[in-house]
């Protein structure tokens, strides 16, 4: 499967040029992960994969819309076909200002103080998804588990660690690149 994911990634998300990346930086390597877990065979491949490396309390998985969007969805299917109920919630980048106000959504079925995984498509710095754990535990949930499908290798890891979480990668930057 991991293989099949890189080949994938390396089609349809890895593009070189100059890039502005969302941590400001610039950057000759893009990876539009997306492109990837939209496609049906790469969100099948990432939905086990993720499942697989999933910590065993987890009871949910979540992040950042919209990149964790596909991700969460295709895990919480691949989950459920193996009869475990995995369910999915988004974090929204700007509080609601209707209706009720959420940063969560899907809560429904994640009740406070539940085990979570909070996921990225890809990961540079790891300051989006330190404020998606941050909100997710704002919001009573407690973080077990921090995954990414790509990590870019620029310090993410490091910075989660400087948090007290460890970041787990589907694929490397280098491993895209060998």
């Known amino acids: 499967m991991r293989e099949r994911l890189i080949a994938l990634l390396r089609e349809l998300s890895v593009r070189t040029g100059?890039?502005?990346?969302?941590?400001?930086?610039?950057?000759?390597?893009?990876?539009?992960?997306r492109q990837t877990t939209l496609n049906a065979e790469g969100a099948h491949l990432v939905g086990r994969m993720v499942v697989d490396r999933l910590h065993p309390d987890a009871v949910a998985v979540g992040g950042m819309t919209?990149?964790?969007?596909?991700?969460?969805?295709?895990?919480?299917?691949?989950?459920?076909?193996e009869g475990r109920h995995l369910h999915a919630f988004l974090i929204r980048k700007n509080q609601k200002d209707h209706g009720t106000g959420r940063w969560l959504e899907g809560r429904a079925s994640v009740p406070d103080g539940a085990a979570v995984c909070i996921v990225e498509d890809t990961t540079t710095t790891g300051g989006s998804l330190l404020k998606a754990?941050?909100?997710?535990?704002?919001?009573?949930l407690r973080v077990v588990q921090t995954l990414t499908v790509v990590d870019r290798e620029e310090?993410?890891?490091?910075?989660?660690?400087?948090a007290g979480y460890t970041l787990e990668a589907l694929?490397?930057?280098?491993?895209?690149?060998?």
Do not use: C, K, Q
């Open 18 to 33: 100059r890039f502005t990346l969302a941590s400001g930086r610039e950057s000759d390597f893009y990876v539009d992960a």
């Open 155 to 162: 310090g993410a890891s490091a910075r989660l660690a400087d």
């Open 171 to 178: 694929v490397t930057r280098s491993e895209l690149l060998a």
């Open 66 to 81: 919209m990149g964790a969007d596909p991700i969460v969805t295709a895990a919480s299917l691949a989950a459920f076909s």
């Open 133 to 140: 754990v941050e909100r997710a535990e704002d919001a009573g």
